[in-house]
């Protein structure tokens, strides 16, 4: 069995390699820039300008939540759901993929779907909160848990 495992979005030859425990993407610097803060700030702060691999050490969720993380940067329509929030809301927050970096960035996405899908039903409130037991410290990082339990509490009251 391979340790790593390369995987690659586009046809393009790539100018970057993420790791990510051990699994490798070979990617493009310019679609990862333009969405993510972080790799923003590790390829501006490394002292070698031709950079073309970084470790994202502790990245919540790892290599499942950066793959869907990139193909959101690569422009794929990335479904959010009751399954997945959880996930891709804590590697947004790890990634820096906020409305400062780039408009209806992946943050905002998972905030708007908590908001319209999660919030406003106890059950799926209930389910949410749920999976957020396997990335507990950072979704209580990113408040998630302090809102799951606010909306259900919410919700409990008006039934």
């Known amino acids: ?21 051990s699994t490798s993407f070979a990617l493009h610097k310019f679609p990862l820039v333009s ?5 923003r700030k590790l390829l501006l702060e490394a002292k070698d ?13 790892g290599s499942n939540a950066f793959e869907l993380a990139i193909k959101f940067c690569y422009g794929v329509n990335v479904e959010i759901t009751i399954s997945n929030v959880v996930l891709l809301k804590c590697a947004a927050r790890f990634i820096e993929m906020t409305e400062d970096i780039s408009e209806k960035n ?19 409130s209930i389910s949410v909160l749920h999976r957020c037991e396997i990335l507990l410290s950072v979704s209580e990082e990113v408040n998630l848990v302090s809102k799951l339990i606010n909306a259900i509490t919410n919700n409990a009251c008006k039934e």
């Open 106 to 124: 992946l943050e905002i996405r998972t905030e708007v779907f908590l908001k319209d899908v999660v919030f406003p039903n106890i059950s799926n």
């Open 1 to 21: 069995m391979l340790s790593e495992e390369l995987r690659t979005i586009s046809d393009v030859s790539s100018d970057l390699t993420i790791e990510v425990r």
């Open 49 to 61: 300008t031709n950079v073309s691999r970084i470790n994202l050490t502790g990245l919540p969720g």
């Open 35 to 39: 969405r993510s803060g972080r790799t």
